[in-house]
């Protein structure tokens, strides 16, 4: 044990601790059902809890069509045409941290099973040949229509990804410890409990 | 120190991540460590059957040296290194390569749940498949009345391979081409399943670890909640052995 020495300097005045900044999140859905933003609000009430740490930026839930600078972006759904790469894109240029979430964002999921076919036999199935469509459908061919890509993608092969956060959708659970983490300053990270692939 | 122990001598032990394990003479590390329910990760081992050295899931270290448990012969002393975070992070790499490498779609796929690679991957906390995916355009042979092959799922374990072999005495499996080219192909005059001499009831049908080879019609059987790895994690003591869907012996 140390006695505090006449001499010793005083100690100095506690570091101003600085107001807590809210965390600007956004959030948006590409190629996917929209299951993992379902699961994010199953975190029930504890959304209040949340919104004492976080506001939103572009997200479903504020309708904003732009993303602004931003501390995380939390993304679901894969690539599959051009519009979901160009707002990919725009994601990762205005958030910090940016989250692939759930499988179709992680691996391109089950909009990626159409991979091993080809485009137009895909597109003729569907508006073509499609049982109980009138003979002479086109398919459709409008320039407000975003290009489709060849395959789906997911989101890692085109920007860099911070986080994974797996599951078809991650469970509630998932995302509470995944964003109590976060705000909380520590490295999040799921046990493999949270970690499921289905 | 040998590599061989002469089976006169009395059982006796080596070091697994700083724990003694007994061993008959003949086991390999792998066999000694499953024996006492210690958890070394594999996917084309199973007890009772020949090793094959292919997955390299179950790579040790044994006196500093890498080497496959599943091959390598336990000898008095060995110095084991298992659940180190390098051994770890080498095992989380190969899972998400063979994740890449076919198309593993699990929300889909019947064997979820219940699925030795899936299993193995969640608990080496594999959160993504970091490399790029191959999706490869691989053929479903949909052909026998009560046996599924999905050769995207397939892993090239071989274990279907050798349990046709020397429990069922049919040869119906053999795995064909070399690296990317490796296939999985069936013994029948059409190269179909159906066409076969595989039975639904043969061990071949029903001991692989993933969803390649499923029996028909007992898809999604046991609810999410309650399926295999739902109660257990893959590294309980004798939870990995892939036994006939809706079949799941309880481990205990
Ligand atoms: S075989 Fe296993 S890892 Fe592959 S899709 Fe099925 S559940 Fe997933
Ligand atoms: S079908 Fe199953 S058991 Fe046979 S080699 Fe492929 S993964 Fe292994
Ligand atoms: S279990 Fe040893 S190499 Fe596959």
Redesign the pocket.
């Given at each position: 044990m140390s006695t505090a020495h006449p001499h010793h300097a005083p100690a100095p005045p506690p570091y101003p601790a600085l107001p807590r900044r809210k965390l600007k999140v956004a959030t948006c859905s590409l190629a996917g059902c929209f299951g993992c933003h379902m699961s994010f609000l199953d975190i029930d009430e504890r959304i209040l809890q949340l919104i004492e740490h976080v506001e939103f930026d572009r997200s479903p839930l504020t309708d904003l069509k732009e993303v602004g600078r931003c501390d995380l972006g939390l993304i679901e759904g894969g690539l599959c045409n051009a519009e979901n790469v160009e707002v990919l894109r725009d994601f990762r240029r205005q958030c910090h941290t940016l989250v692939a979430v759930g499988a179709c964002a992680i691996t391109g999921g089950l909009p990626a099973q159409r991979n091993a076919m080809s485009l137009p036999h895909i597109l003729g199935e569907v508006y073509q040949q499609r049982e109980g469509l009138k003979t002479g459908c086109a398919i459709p061919n409008d320039p407000e229509l975003p290009l489709l890509l060849r395959q789906v993608r997911p989101l890692h092969e085109v920007v860099q990804i911070d986080y994974f956060l797996p599951g078809c959708p991650p469970s509630a659970d998932s995302f509470w410890v995944f964003l109590t983490d976060l705000i909380a300053g520590r490295t999040p990270r799921l046990a493999s409990g949270p970690i499921r692939y289905d | 120190m040998t590599r061989y122990t002469n089976s006169s001598q009395p059982a006796t032990t080596f070091s697994l991540d700083g724990e003694e394990v007994p061993f008959t003479p003949g086991d390999t590390v792998l066999q000694a460590a499953h024996r006492v329910g210690r958890y070394i990760p594999h996917l084309c081992w199973h007890p009772g059957m020949h090793p094959h050295g292919s997955c390299r899931l179950c790579s040790i270290k044994v006196n500093g040296r890498p080497a496959a448990a599943c091959t390598a012969l336990a000898s008095a002393g060995l110095q084991v290194e298992n659940q180190t975070p390098a051994m770890q992070a080498q095992r989380k790499a190969l899972l998400q390569m063979l994740f890449v490498e076919g198309n593993h779609f699990c929300p889909s796929c019947e064997r979820s749940g219940n699925c030795l690679l899936q299993a193995t991957a969640s608990h080496h906390e594999m959160e993504g498949p970091h490399f790029e995916e191959f999706y490869p355009a691989r053929p479903v042979d949909a052909s026998h009345p009560d046996v599924l092959l999905d050769h995207n799922r397939?892993?090239?374990?071989?274990?279907?391979?050798r349990a046709s072999q020397a429990q069922d005495g049919k040869d119906v499996?053999a795995i064909a081409g070399h690296g990317i080219e490796a296939h999985?192909v069936v013994n029948s005059p059409s190269g179909k399943l159906g066409d076969s001499a595989l039975s639904v009831d043969d061990s071949a049908a029903q001991?692989?670890?993933?969803g390649?080879?499923l029996p028909k019609r007992r898809g999604f059987e046991t609810p999410i909640g309650e399926r295999r790895y739902d109660r257990h994690s893959v590294a309980d003591a004798h939870t990995q052995e892939a036994t006939a869907q809706g079949h799941e012996e309880d481990p205990t």
């Open positions: - | 397939c892993i090239l374990c071989g274990l279907c391979v499996f999985l001991i692989c670890p993933v390649a080879l």
